[in-house]
């Protein structure tokens, strides 16, 4: 079984940064796409970035320019690096990955770390 793990939330003013990461834990697996997606009180849970193996970005057009998403294959990371935040990026985000494990594909989320943006 794999697990995925988030750090680096926390409390931020409006126009500041914050880097999150994702580390995946387990052994004999390949982590295809990787993302982070976001969920705010009140709100569904949506996509902020995915990133494939071949190190293909996608991004939702609110954090276009904002936000910078990247992977390391050898250490099982990826992270999410967050300039110039908005009030209205204050949500818990998750990371999230499909994961191969003995021929079979399955997607896992992290638990979330939460990020506030408030002044």
């Known amino acids: 079984q794999a697990q995925l793990v988030e750090s680096g939330g926390g409390l931020v003013q409006p126009g500041g940064s914050l880097r999150l990461s994702c580390a995946a834990s387990?052994?004999?697996?390949?982590?295809?796409?990787m993302g982070w997606y976001r969920q705010a009180p009140g709100k569904q849970r949506e996509l902020v970035a995915t990133?494939?193996?071949?190190?293909?970005?996608k991004y939702a057009d609110s954090v276009k320019g904002r936000f910078t998403i990247s992977r390391d294959n050898a250490k099982n990371t990826m992270s999410l690096q967050m300039n110039s935040l908005k009030l209205e990026d204050t949500a818990v985000y998750y990371c999230?990955?499909?994961?191969?494990?003995?021929?079979?594909?399955?997607?896992?989320w992290g638990q979330g770390t939460q990020v506030t943006v408030s002044s």
């Open positions: 999230n990955a499909d994961i191969e494990m003995r021929q079979t594909i399955r997607n896992y």
């Open positions: 387990g052994s004999n697996f390949v982590i295809y796409t």
């Open positions: 990133i494939a193996r071949g190190d293909i970005t």
